[in-house]
C-alpha cells in the first residue's frame, strides 16, 4: 500500500500490522496522523515468529528532520543579552539547515574556558552577531544551552556600529575595516 493520505484516513486493522510514524491507533484500526505517503516495513529477517509489518506515514514536506543534539555544533544568531546569558536563534547544526525554529542560551559561564567571572556578556557579543556554538544540553523547555568555551566557538561575523562587517584581530577583538575603531567580542578562531 503506497499512497497518499491525510489526517484521519483509515489504514490497516491491529491484528494485521504495526502502527509507526506518522501513525495512531483508534479502536481496531491504525489512522494517518499526517499528510503524507503510506508505506508497509516487512519485519527484519530473523525477527520473533508473529512480527506483524509495520505501517507508517512518512512527510513529504520534510523526508529527515535536522534537529539540535548534545555535542552538535550550530550556527545562530544573537538576539537578546543582558548580563547573566546571550539568547541565540539557531539556524544550522553542522551544514545542515535546521526544520523548524529553536532557541538556546550561551550563559555567561559557558561563553569561555578560562576567567568564567571576569566574562562581561556585553563585551562577548552583541544583537545581530552571527556564532558559532556547540550544543551542551537541551536546557529547559524554551532554549538549548549552548558554550562557545572552546577556541574554535563563538563570533564568526559582526557588524560595526558603523554598519560595516568587521575582521577578528585578537581572540577577543574585532575591528571595522574602515573606521579602524576595535569593538570586544568573543572571536571563534578561524577554521583552516
Known sequence: MDTTVIPGDRLHPISTHNGGTGTYVHG?????????????????????????PCCQVQSR??????????????????GRINPRFAKVSLVTVGNRLLTGAFSGVIRQVDVRATE???????KSFRPGDIVRA???????????????????????????????AMVP????????PLTKLKEFRKVAKVQA
Open 28 to 52: 481496531t484500526h491504525i489512522y494517518a496522523s499526517i499528510v503524507g505517503d503510506v508505506t508497509v516495513v516487512a519485519p527484519k529477517a530473523g525477527s520473533a515468529a508473529g512480527t506483524l
Open 61 to 78: 514536506q520534510c523526508k529527515e528532520h535536522t534537529v539540535p543534539v548534545v555535542g552538535s555544533t550550530i550556527t545562530g544568531t544573537i
Open 116 to 122: 568564567v567571572d571576569k566574562v562581561v556578556m556585553y
Open 134 to 164: 556547540e550544543v551542551i544540553s537541551l536546557g529547559d523547555s524554551r532554549s538549548y544551552y549552548l558554550s562557545t568555551a572552546k577556541n574554535s566557538l563563538g563570533v564568526i561575523s559582526a557588524r560595526s556600529e558603523a554598519g560595516h
Open 169 to 176: 584581530v585578537s581572540w577577543q577583538e574585532m575591528q571595522c
